[in-house]
């Protein structure tokens, strides 16, 4: 999507993909192929652009150093990018700056494991375990039914590497808030949303958020104090938890991220826009809504193939499809139903579950 977005905002880009038939070959202008970890092929990237930037965050980070120390421009760069990668890291920093995080251990050897015996006394219920590293969509999050689980699951965790064990907050909602930093430290917020989870993956995004002026206002100005503070450039995903003691930070994206898909219909400019703005040093574009309200819902494959023809004969729905092979529980696209005159948030609501389900989504409606 970035590459929907890159000559208008005047970027010429080159996509190291890993293979040809990659969905973001399609709109890139140069083609490089290897993978993500490939130290030859990110140095050929190197040497073929003026700075490089992700869409994803499953790279390797000392690699990414070395790159860095070798003279390329990486935007977000790897000591920025840690946040995100690595839960542990991100759960100690951001405790130790004072911002809002869930009560929380890190455990890296086996020796620690005692940590979790005592978990429910002292918080009231079992912990949640997280891989530090490489978990995403629900994966590499463990929900142990006591603490004898607890110790058990967190060991087998530790042979895929540190575990954070976390407190089991009570969750009233979860919301996003996407920020923007530019290169000369300018900071922009898209309108905060409310996201919807689904087997541990987001099914939906609804703008505006259900929560108050007040609580919104906080989550704007925490999101714009952590992009400071890890020193981002590029688009930044805040995910929070809302809960009946407030915001706690749940997880970061330096990248564009599905929470902020909307914005392609819904806001001046999209989050794939401003990034790419933002990593080639231009200044940012409004990030305004343009729209009273937009719903997003994720499409992801069921066992049999829908229709996109279907899909986008929903009226008012906005259908992207990502250019993906299906198959069955893979992302293969979104959509999006974006309010017009007299629309409220249940009309879109509707429209984009219709959308969705005739494009093929095994997804459940939220």
Known sequence: ?????????????TVLATSRDDSAVETADHVLVGAPNDEDALAQLRRSTDVITFDHELVDLDLLSRLEAAGAVVRPSAAALRFSVDKSLQRVDFADAGFPVPDFTVIRDSAQLALVDHWTHAHGSPPVLKLARGGYDGRGVLFPDDDAQASTMARDLLLQGVV??????????????LVVRSVDGDVASYPLVTTVQSEGMCAEVRFPAAVGDELASEARELSAQIARHIGLIGVMAVEFFVTPKGLLVNELALRPHNSGHWTIEGAVTSQFANHLRAVSGQSLGSTAANCGGAVMVNVVGADVPGS???????????????????????????????ARKGDDLATLHVRAWDSARAYGTTTRET
């Open 1 to 13: 999507m970035m590459g929907h977005e890159a000559h208008d905002v005047g970027v010429e880009l």
């Open 164 to 177: 954070v064990v976390e407190e089991r907050v009570t969750l009233l909602s979860e919301v996003a808030q």
């Open 308 to 338: 996109l023809d279907a899909a986008r004969h929903v009226r008012g729905v906005a259908v992207h499809d990502y250019g993906k092979s299906w198959r069955p529980g893979r992302k293969l696209g979104h959509v999006t139903a974006v």
